[in-house]
């Protein structure tokens, strides 16, 4: 099979799908490999890195989507993307069709076949999801320390606190992987930890974190005092494929002291919270009801060595096995199709988004 890795050209998107070795994986398995020139520069690799595995250089994005049978790449296509796309093409990436009715549209009307990341899935685990929302945990936090800070328009809060300071209030709603990881980053910083979910296994492993966490079920007068009092809010609800629920509503968004901060890594799927659009690391916050939010839809983005990592020996078994002509076969694969044929595959979308396209 001939497979094309393009240069991502979402806003500030420094990730590549495969890197080198991984790349040079699929070559010793007898496919070839195009990758865009530049495509992994952002993430620390160069084009010759690329070369030295066996990989072929395509001097643009038309080069690649061209001569590939399959696409792999990290984030959805961007509407310039659209016309180079083929329905006789694979794709295999971030789609999150949910929160992307006009990606959505033109993925059916192009009648190809589209497998996303966040949907291929191993019984409840989804294996190829699930380093970016570690990622993502990690980051929400991070950059949540640092907004709170009074030259970001936050009320001037050191998280972790120190004598004669007090410790910030980090409030964590949903304990899947981003959240776990979230609550796992808080608490080592120091803080009061509040994580809810609806799980009893979910809530004893974050319990477990420590001392300074508690979890809790989402009823809704504790999720809402707690929300009132978090100095940072963290959604991380994830439902597989489908748009993420609204669990916080604009009225305890406006109970929040002013100069807190949300974080919804949920964005991808639509966000949880009724305050959140989605936004770029171009422009990253604004403020409504007083509280700066994060929305970035492409939070691994800003760590582009790291995920780059990450997401290739995740992908690089899936990658392989897509590649084969009995591919679906394989159910976490089959499991992952959104779309084919210009018709829609995968069942949370038909359910949910049908009305919309």
């Known amino acids: 099979m001939r497979v094309g890795i393009p240069r991502e050209i979402k806003t500030l998107e420094g990730r ?12 010793r ?3 070839e490999v195009l990758v865009e020139r530049g495509a992994g520069r952002l993430s620390g690799y160069e084009d010759a890195d690329y070369e030295a595995h066996g990989v072929r250089l395509a001097p643009d994005a038309a080069a690649v989507y061209g001569a590939a049978e399959v696409i792999i790449k990290v984030k959805e296509p961007q509407p310039q993307e659209y ?43 989804l294996p190829l999801l699930a380093p970016m929302s570690a990622i993502a945990g990690r980051l929400g936090v991070q950059v949540g320390a640092h907004l709170l800070h009074r030259p970001q328009g936050g009320k001037g809060l050191l998280l972790g606190g120190l004598p004669a300071g007090e410790r910030g209030h980090v409030v964590i709603i949903g304990a899947g992987v981003a959240g776990g990881n979230a609550a796992a980053a808080a608490a080592a910083a120091g803080t009061r930890v509040t994580v809810f979910d609806r799980k009893p296994d979910k809530l004893v492993a974050m319990h477990d974190l ?7 079920y989402p009823y809704g007068g504790a999720l809402a ?22 669990v916080v509503d604009r009225a305890m968004v406006a109970a929040m002291q002013p100069g807190s901060v949300i974080v919804d890594i949920s964005v991808d799927q639509g966000g949880c919270i009724e305050t959140t659009r989605p936004t770029t690391y171009a422009e990253p916050t604004y403020v409504d ?40 076969d394989r159910p976490a694969l089959a499991a992952g199709i959104n779309v084919e044929a210009g018709e829609i595959r995968y069942p949370a979308l038909r359910n949910i988004l049908a009305s919309q396209v």
């Open 16 to 27: 590549v799908a495969l890197v080198p070795e991984a790349a040079g994986e699929l070559v």
């Open 289 to 328: 009801e007083g509280v700066v939010h994060f929305a970035v839809t492409n939070m691994p983005g800003a760590v582009p060595r790291t995920a780059s990592q990450a997401l290739s020996a995740a992908l690089i078994p899936y990658a392989a096995r897509l590649l084969e002509a009995d591919w679906r």
């Open 29 to 31: 398995l007898g496919h």
């Open 210 to 216: 420590g001392p300074n966490v508690t979890a809790l």
């Open 83 to 125: 016309p180079l796309l083929r329905s006789d093409h694979r794709l295999f990436c971030y789609l999150h069709l949910a929160a992307e009715p006009q990606l959505f549209r033109a993925l059916l009307d192009i009648g190809l076949t589209a497998v996303a990341f966040e949907t291929v899935s191993e019984g409840t685990h």
């Open 225 to 246: 005092q707690a929300v009132a009092q978090a100095d940072l809010l963290v959604g991380a609800v994830l439902i597989p494929g489908a748009r993420a629920p609204r």
